[in-house]
């Protein structure tokens, strides 16, 4: 049994925003294991659905880049000590020089670079994590750097006419999906991408929940099958409410630019990391 210390307790709510007291309950119940008790918090009504919540307190840059006119790009996290470290523009530059070594070749290794930057600098340098997207066929790719550089976005979208992906309207739809990726913080494109697991943990979570007690069993299907659809309307890309307007799906503003252009337009995959998060 782990240890419940005050800053357990203190994560905890961090992570779910449940009070206190039901945090501290909720760790008594299930001996100190963290994510046990985020999962009862969730099935007690206390705690809204945790999505890459458990943050480490690492420092550091999201870096991006976009080459051969949108046909590969790449994302790369860069972790030091201190925010001060972070901001400087030495430390930007480096992280966007790897982002492009990333970019222009597969399985490049940057442990030379690491060494030279800690050396440099002064400071603890480590590459926590890099991935690379290359277009297959017509489509582009994009990216977008947040919040100073602590979230980073990288999408592909994909037409079959050659012609689409240079016009201004499938430039801004790659510009307006990224915004979407950063700020709605999806775990997959559509819900059919979502892993059977991660399904089958959301069900057990919802039909464990306070709101299903005492109601028939006619009824609970029903109330399981809403409570899912409302975790893919939160979770999916393609589900979630556009962020430039809420009452419209990003599925169909997707397919308003489709009809516009006169093709078949689809985001195919997107990459999505934040300074320190749990992976």
């Keep these: 049994m782990a240890e419940i210390t005050p800053a357990l307790v203190g994560q905890l709510r961090a992570m779910t925003g449940a009070g206190l007291m039901a945090c501290k309950k909720a760790l008594d119940e299930t001996k100190g294991e963290l994510n046990a008790a985020v999962d009862l918090l969730r099935k007690q009504g206390a705690a809204a659905a945790v999505k890459k919540a458990d943050r480490a307190a690492n420092e550091g840059l999201i870096g991006q880049a976009v080459l051969n006119g949108g046909k590969v790009g790449a994302l790369i996290e860069v972790n030091c000590e201190t925010d001060f470290v972070a901001r400087n523009e030495d430390f930007k530059a480096f992280v966007a020089e790897l982002a ?35 277009v297959s066929g017509v489509g582009a790719v994009a990216a977008y750097i947040h919040t100073g550089g602590k979230v980073g976005v990288l999408v592909e979208v994909g037409a079959t006419n050659e012609a689409t992906v240079a016009r201004e309207e499938f430039r801004q739809l790659l510009r307006d999906v990224t915004l979407q990726i950063a700020a709605a913080s999806p775990v997959s494109v559509s819900r059919d991408d979502v892993p059977a697991a991660v399904v089958e943990k959301e069900r057990e979570i919802a039909a464990q929940s306070d709101a299903l007690k005492g109601k028939p069993a006619a009824a609970m299907e029903g109330i399981l099958k809403g409570k899912l659809n409302k975790f893919f309307e939160t979770n999916c890309l393609l589900e979630q409410g556009f962020v430039k307007n809420p009452d419209l799906k990003l599925e169909a503003h997707v397919a308003s630019v489709s009809k516009a252009l006169g093709d078949t337009i689809t985001v195919r995959r997107f990459l999505r990391f934040q300074i320190g998060e749990v992976i």
Excluded: M
Excluded at 126 to 133: A, C, D, F, K, Y
């Design 100 to 134: 492009t070594k990333v970019a222009s070749t597969p399985e490049v290794n940057l442990e030379a670079d690491r060494v030279a930057a800690v050396a440099k600098i002064g400071e603890n340098i480590q590459v926590r994590r890099s991935q690379r997207l290359e």
